[in-house]
């Protein structure tokens, strides 16, 4: 489903230039579960933003289905981000003023999901990650467990067919973290395809 091809990825900062990601190369099929492992700074993260359309390499060949990305305009890259890819970060990423229910919901309205719709498949998203008592609360009346369940059901609002998640329990508490792994095995097993950047092996 995703091929890269010797992907490099460089920047320039003053005066010197920073090769990232040197020659990668990385077959992934539906339905896999990937684990990128690495110590901070090895260009996890710039990988993951190019396999999520976020960023575009400096070389090589990175191709969704069969279509190269880099032929694709600008637009085609934001559908491709909003309907193929969900994605779960490490610090949530969600928006203070919003309650729950409206941060699910976010990436539906650029979708162009009609509100009664994407108000109703927040709900059930978040009733199926056991938050439906939360469905109202803001961001700062969850704990962080909670919050990122909630980037969870944000990830999949659209579908969600390849989750990737940035070292989704980088800032949780060890049983949070484990519910968030929880979860996102039990994802992989409904089929959606996960990819986790994290520096833990473990």
Partial sequence: MLELKDINKKFILGDNEIHVLKDVSLNIEAGEFISIIGQSGSGKSTLMNIIGCIDT?????????????????????????SKKFGFVFQKYNLIATMDATANVSLPAVYAGVGASERTKRAVELLDKLELGDRIKNLPSKLSGGQQQRVSIARALINGGEVILADEPTGALDSKSGETVMQILTALHKEGHTIIIVTHDAH
């Fill in 57 to 81: 390499p400096s070389s090589g060949s990175y191709k969704i289905e069969g279509r190269e990305t880099a032929n694709l305009s600008g637009d085609e890259l934001a559908a491709l981000r």
